[in-house]
C-alpha cells in the first residue's frame, strides 16, 4: 500500500491568471474598464451638459434615468442567464448600451439626452448582471474574492485618467465627444471577451423553479419597480412646485416601488431577514450613501469653489483608487464577512461627514479628495465583500436571480438618493450659495443611511 501522491490531487487552479481562467479574467477587466470610463467621464461633465441643454433641474434625474433603466435590465438578464445562460445578455447589453452612447452625444434636448442616458442604462445593466453571472459559474468560490478585487483594480486606471480626459476633451471639442470617443473602446473590450462567452460553467443545477424564476411575473415585477421608482422620483422634484399632485403621484410611486421589490428580492428581504435577504439589501444601502453624495461632488465644487471640471474630478479619481485598494484588502482577510462589511459602512460614513466641510466658506474644497479617498476604501473593503458572501450564499439555479437582486438594490439605492438629492437642490435653489446648503442637507442624510448600514451588518450572517 502506498500513499496518495500529489499528482492524484485534482487540479486546483489558484489565480485568476490561470490558463483555463485568463481569457475570461482579461475580458471581464477590459469590459469594466470600458464601464468606468463612461461613469468617471460622463459624472464629470454632466454639469457642462446640464447648462448647455438649458436642464440643470434635470441633473439628478438625468443620472437616475440611467440607473432605474438598469435597474429593468437587472431583472429581465438575470432570468434570461439563469435560464438561457449569460453570453446572450451580455451581447444584448453591450449593443444597447452603444447606440445609448451614440445617441447622447447626438441629443439636441433634454428629453433625447434622457432617452439616451435610459438606453445606455439598459445596457450597463444587463452587461453587469451577465458578467456577475459568470463569476459565479465559471470561477470556484475561492476565487471569485480575487475576481471581484481584480474588477475593482479596473477601475484604477479610468479614475486616474477618465475625469481630466473628458474635462480636456469637453474643454477643447465639446462634451459630445466624450461619448462619441468611447464607442470605439468597445471593440477590443468586445473581442477579448467572446471567447470567454463560450467557456463551460464550472457548476450547473436545474433551472430555479421558484417563484423568481417565472419570467412573465418577474418582468411585471421590474417594471412595477423601475417605473414606481421614476414617478416616485418625479413626484418628489415636483412637491416644492404643486404639492397636492405631486404628493399623489410619490405615494402611488412608492406602492408601485414596494410591490416590485417584494417580489424582485429574496424573501424576508424588506424585512432584513437575516442571512441573504440582508446581504442583497446591504448593497443598496452603500450605493444610495456613497452615490448619493459622489454624484454631488462635481457640482458643488465647481459652482461652490469654481473648480475646473477637469479638477473637480480629482475626488472622485481619488475615490475609485480608495475602492480597489479596499476591494483588494478584502481578497486577503479571512474571518466573519460581516464586520468587513460594518468596518466598510463605518468607513463611508466618516468620509462623508468629513466632505460635508469642502463646501464651508473658508474650508478648502480639496479636503474632498482625502474624505473621498476613505469612502472609496470603505466601499472597497465592504461593498466587495456583500458581493463575495451573496454568491456564497445563493444556490447554484439561483445565481442570476440573486446577482439581478444585488444589481436591483444597487441601482435602486442610487437612483433614489441621487433622485432625491436633485430634487433637494431644485427645492433649495440652484445660486452657488444655495447649491452649498443642499450639498450639506444631501451628505446628512447620506451619512445617515451609510451610519444604519453599520447597524444592521450583523444581520447579513
Known amino acids: 500500500m502506498t500513499g496518495p501522491k500529489a499528482l492524484d490531487t485534482p487540479h486546483m487552479p489558484t489565480r485568476i491568471l490561470a490558463p483555463e481562467f485568463r481569457t475570461a479574467t482579461v475580458g471581464i477587466v477590459l469590459t469594466i474598464t470600458l464601464v468606468a470610463f463612461e461613469g468617471m467621464s460622463v459624472a464629470v461633465i454632466m454639469p457642462t451638459v446640464a447648462k448647455e441643454l438649458n436642464a440643470l433641474n434635470l441633473y439628478g ?8 433603466a438598469s435597474l429593468f435590465a437587472n431583472v429581465v438578464a438575470g432570468l434570461w442567464s439563469d435560464r438561457r445562460g449569460y453570453a446572450l445578455p451580455f451581447l ?20 433625447l439626452f434622457l432617452v439616451a442616458r435610459a438606453v445606455q442604462g439598459l445596457g450597463a445593466g444587463a452587461s453587469i448582471v451577465a458578467l456577475l453571472v459568470m463569476i459565479a459559474r465559471v470561477y470556484p468560490s475561492g476565487l471569485r474574492p480575487k475576481v471581484f478585487a481584480a474588477v475593482s483594480a479596473a477601475w484604477v486606471v479610468p479614475a486616474m485618467v477618465g475625469p481630466a480626459v473628458a474635462g480636456f476633451v469637453a474643454g477643447h471639442w465639446g462634451w459630445r465627444y466624450v461619448f462619441f470617443g468611447i464607442i470605439p473602446l468597445v471593440v477590443p473590450a468586445l473581442a477579448m471577451l ?12 436545474a433551472p430555479s423553479q421558484g417563484p ?3 419570467p412573465l411575473a418577474m418582468t411585471l415585477a421590474a417594471t412595477a419597480t423601475a417605473g414606481g421608482a421614476g414617478v416616485l422620483l418625479h413626484g418628489v422634484d415636483r412637491l416644492h412646485v404643486d404639492a397636492v399632485p405631486a404628493a399623489v403621484e410619490t405615494v402611488a410611486g412608492l406602492a408601485f416601488l414596494v410591490y416590485g421589490l417584494y417580489r424582485l428580492l429574496p424573501p424576508r428581504a424588506l424585512r432584513f431577514g437575516r442571512g441573504l435577504a440582508t446581504t442583497v439589501l446591504m448593497r443598496g ?3 444610495a450613501a456613497f452615490f448619493g453624495v459622489n454624484s454631488f461632488i462635481p457640482l458643488a465644487l465647481e459652482e461652490v469653489k469654481g473648480f475646473d471640471p477637469s479638477y473637480a474630478g480629482i475626488a472622485l479619481t481619488t475615490g475609485a483608487i480608495g475602492w480597489s485598494t479596499g476591494s483588494y484588502l478584502q481578497s486577503r482577510q479571512e474571518g466573519e464577512a460581516y464586520k468587513r462589511i460594518r468596518l466598510g459602512a463605518g468607513c463611508v460614513t466618516v468620509a462623508i461627514l468629513i466632505c460635508v466641510l469642502c463646501v464651508l466658506p473658508g474650508v478648502t474644497g480639496w479636503i474632498a479628495v482625502p474624505a473621498w479617498i476613505v469612502a472609496g476604501f470603505g466601499m472597497g473593503f465592504g461593498m466587495t465583500t456583500v458581493s463575495v458572501t451573496a454568491l456564497k450564499q445563493s444556490p447554484v439555479n439561483e445565481q442570476g436571480a440573486n446577482s439581478a437582486a444585488l444589481s436591483v438594490t444597487d441601482m435602486l439605492g442610487s437612483a433614489l438618493s441621487v433622485g432625491i438629492g436633485g430634487a433637494l ?3 433649495i435653489g440652484h445660486a452657488p450659495s444655495q447649491i452649498s446648503t443642499g450639498f450639506v442637507v444631501i451628505s446628512c442624510l447620506m451619512a445617515a443611511i451609510a451610519l444604519s448600514a453599520t447597524a444592521l451588518a450583523g444581520r447579513t450572517r
Not at 61 to 68: D, G, N, P, Q, T
Not at 194 to 205: G, I, Y
Open 61 to 68: 434625474i438625468s443620472i437616475s434615468a440611467f440607473l432605474i
Open 92 to 111: 444584448a447589453g453591450v449593443v444597447l448600451f452603444v447606440a445609448g452612447m451614440a445617441l447622447a452625444g447626438a441629443a439636441q434636448s433634454a428629453g
Open 285 to 287: 444601502f452603500f450605493s
Open 425 to 427: 437642490v431644485n427645492l
Open 194 to 205: 467572446v471567447p470567454a462567452l463560450r467557456m463551460p460553467s464550472s457548476s450547473e443545477a
Open 212 to 214: 423568481r424564476s417565472k
